[in-house]
């Protein structure tokens, strides 16, 4: 029942959602993702109409929407570090004090950039390894696909060191204020009786 005349109290709801306003980034790893997926999804789809349409497969979509997701996953993986968006466990640097909980975030900080540092090196070696390693169905090099993909590793890892540099400026302060916002506390509830 909603308040129609004059004396009437709205109607009061046990739960209030209002949506989070949509923001789109123009990032160049972001563009990239997007053809990337569509053009996969254009494979993906010729794939199963000529498969199942037309009866008469093409050889070649099979292997290039496999390589296609590859290199989805790993350019999608530079828009997820710029954002920060991984998936993680969070219990813990909420329940430290704020400076413990700085010093852990800056930590997992730095490991993820060794990480990233070594995904990346590693990349550059499985790419000159490839090199002699052909495509089965396309008698392209193998080290193309792997190329992409050391692409996005050193895009993560240089979404990384920019995280690290922003977050070091501030002593990790910003990084915690985001990681705890939203949280209700003893002290928060005391305020609203």
């Known amino acids: 029942m909603t308040a129609t005349s004059a004396g009437q109290k709205p109607e009061q709801h046990l739960i209030h959602v209002e949506d989070a ?37 093409l050889a070649w979509t099979e292997e290039i929407a496999r390589y296609g997701l590859m290199c989805v996953t790993f350019i999608g ?4 570090t710029r954002r920060n968006t991984q998936i993680a466990v969070v219990l ?34 499985i790419v000159e390894r490839l090199q002699v390693q052909r495509m089965t169905v396309i008698d392209l090099s193998m080290s193309y696909v792997y190329g992409v993909i050391a692409f ?39 305020k609203n009786q």
């Open 152 to 190: 996005g590793c050193f895009l993560m890892l240089a979404r990384q060191i920019q995280r690290v540099l922003r977050n070091m400026r501030d002593g990790w302060r910003s990084a915690q204020e985001a990681l705890t916002a939203g949280l209700v506390t003893e002290d928060a509830e005391v």
């Open 92 to 125: 813990l640097p909420n329940l430290l004090p704020a400076w413990a909980s700085r010093i852990l975030l800056a930590i997992v900080d730095l490991i993820t950039l060794g990480f990233l540092s070594l995904l990346a090196y590693f990349s550059v070696l």
């Open 21 to 57: 306003e949509v923001e789109i980034d123009h990032y160049p790893e972001d563009w990239l993702a997007f053809a990337l997926f569509w053009a996969l999804g254009f494979i993906v789809f010729l794939q199963f109409f000529t498969r199942y349409v037309l009866n008469d497969s």
């Open 77 to 80: 993986g530079a828009m997820v």
